[in-house]
């Protein structure tokens, strides 16, 4: 594997620090990638540009919420004014919103929270990367998905239906820009240990483990390499998919 894959990139990562896009920026940046991270929690996000630093990374962070369009759009304006370019973007920022809930049960206030987020927040970091990476002709664009999007988990109707949202503006994306130099693919990973499943009612997450048949939980390492793939330029004729790191529960 040539470890200097992303040398001369920049990389713009949402959710950027922490979980997955924390894990993501650090394998990335690894392999040579200049790193721009969106999040909304501030501190954790200065601590994750000081940690990228202090490993020889070039990174910078971007306060913003991904569900308001004039602040991804300046998000990207802020990327672009520092490094010159966009070539990877990758949207992990997400919440699960409540779970153990029947839909009968579950507020329209929460629905339209975690719809922001997991499924406006995807729309619009597509849409205002695509536009940079357009212009230049060359790009991969990453949206997390889940397999929860996919399979749809029960009591959890806010994030089964945003998440299958997402699987559908991948393969519509990966269609549209397929002969512009950019492809567009998902990840649906299955229960991966990051601090998000802090929210997860444990019995939810005893189900949700239970339906994988390794038996365990996924680390944010394992979905790192296999993002850090999917956004490499020898990843070149693969669009509009959605790959799996779930333990075996994919079934299709």
């Avoid at 998905?145 to 997402?166: D, H, L, Q, W």
């Avoid at 492809?183 to 949700?208: F, R």
């Avoid at 390499?225 to 999917?230: G, W």
């Amino acid at each position: 594997m040539d470890n200097r894959r992303f040398e001369n990139q920049v990389a713009v990562i949402s959710g950027g620090a922490d979980g997955l896009g924390k894990a993501i920026a650090l394998r990335l940046s690894s392999e040579g990638a200049k790193v721009v991270l969106f999040d909304r929690n501030e501190e954790k996000l200065s601590e994750t540009v000081a940690l990228l630093e202090r490993k020889g990374a070039e990174a910078m962070g971007v306060r913003l919420d991904i569900g308001d369009a004039q602040e991804v759009e300046a998000g990207y304006r802020a990327a672009t004014g520092k490094f010159g370019r966009v070539d990877v973007v990758i949207n992990s920022a997400g919440i699960v919103g409540p779970t153990s809930t029947s839909i009968l049960d579950y507020t329209v206030a929460d629905f339209d929270r975690v719809y922001q987020v997991n499924l406006r927040g995807a729309f619009l970091m597509a849409k205002y990367g695509l536009q940079v990476m357009a212009r230049a002709g060359y790009g991969r664009l990453l949206l997390i998905a889940s397999i929860a999007g996919k399979e749809g988990n029960p009591f959890m109707a806010g994030y089964s239906a945003t998440k299958a949202g997402v699987i559908g503006l991948v393969k519509g994306l990966g269609k549209e820009f397929a002969d512009k130099g950019i492809t567009v693919n998902g990840l649906a990973p299955a229960v991966i240990k990051t601090a998000m499943n802090a929210d997860t009612a444990p019995e939810q997450l005893t189900y949700m483990t239970s339906k994988i048949p390794m038996g365990r939980l996924g680390t944010v390492e394992e979905v790192a390499a296999m993002a850090s793939f999917i956004v490499s330029p020898e990843n070149s004729f693969s669009t509009g998919f959605i790959y799996d790191i779930s333990g075996g529960r994919a079934t299709y």
